[in-house]
C-alpha cells in the first residue's frame, strides 16, 4: 500500500487534498457509550440471546491457545484500510491483562467461537477488536460479547467506552447500535492519485 493520511471527515486539510487528486479509498467511525446511558436490561437481554450457545465470560491466560486460533482464523476478515488494520496477535497480546481485558464466549464444548479486546485506562475503555468465528456469525455473538464486556467494566468502574471500525463493516456497527454506542466521529483514508 502507497502512502495514505487518516483524517477526519470533517477535516479542512481533506478539501486541499482531494484538489490535489488524493482520493477517499476507506472510511472509519468512532462511536462513545458513557455508563450513565447503558441500558443493562437491554444488554443482558443482548447476553440471554446467545444462552443456547454459551454464556461470555472474562478470558483469562488458560484461554491464550483457543483466542491465538480464533485470531489467526479470522486475521484476513477485517475491512477497510490502514485505520482499521487489525495486528495479529503473539501470546504476550493475546494475554488478558487488567489494562487490557479480554472477554470471549465459549460453547458447551469449550470452543471459543467469539472475543473482544478493551484497552483500558483509568475510566477509560476503548475497544481493541472484536471478532466472531465464521461458522458462528449471524447469531448476535457480538453483541453479546461487547455488551457483557461493557457490563463487567462498568461495574469495575469505567465511565466511558469508545469503538470504531470500519464503515464497511455493517456487522459490526449493528453489533456497536446494540449495545447503545453512538457514532460521534467519521474518518476518512486518502491516498494520492497515479501519476
Not at 35 to 42: K, L
Not at 150 to 171: K, P, Q, Y
Amino acid at each position: 500500500m502507497g502512502e495514505t493520511i487518516v483524517l477526519l471527515a470533517t477535516a479542512p486539510e481533506r478539501a486541499a487534498l482531494e484538489a490535489q487528486g488524493w482520493s477517499v479509498t476507506a472510511r472509519s467511525f468512532g462511536a462513545q457509550l458513557d455508563a450513565d446511558r447503558i441500558d443493562r436490561p437491554r444488554l443482558r437481554a443482548l447476553v440471554d440471546r446467545v444462552a443456547e450457545v454459551g454464556t461470555p465470560r472474562a478470558l483469562d491466560s488458560d484461554d491464550v491457545a483457543a483466542v491465538l486460533e480464533l485470531d489467526a482464523l479470522t486475521a484476513r476478515d477485517y475491512p477497510g484500510s490502514v485505520a482499521t488494520q487489525h495486528e495479529p496477535l503473539d501470546r504476550g497480546t493475546a494475554t488478558p491483562s487488567a489494562s487490557r481485558p479480554a472477554f470471549g464466549l465459549l460453547t458447551a464444548q469449550g470452543e471459543l467461537v467469539a472475543m473482544t479486546y478493551v484497552d483500558v485506562d483509568g475510566p477509560l475503555a476503548e475497544t481493541a477488536f472484536t471478532v466472531v468465528h465464521p461458522a458462528w456469525r449471524g447469531r448476535g455473538l457480538a453483541p453479546a460479547v461487547k455488551a457483557w464486556s461493557v457490563l463487567a467494566l462498568a461495574d469495575a468502574g469505567t465511565t466511558r467506552f469508545r469503538t470504531g471500525g470500519s464503515a464497511e463493516n455493517a456487522a459490526i456497527r449493528s453489533a456497536n447500535a446494540a449495545v447503545g454506542y453512538v457514532v460521534d466521529e467519521e474518518w476518512v483514508t486518502l491516498e494520492p492519485g497515479r501519476p
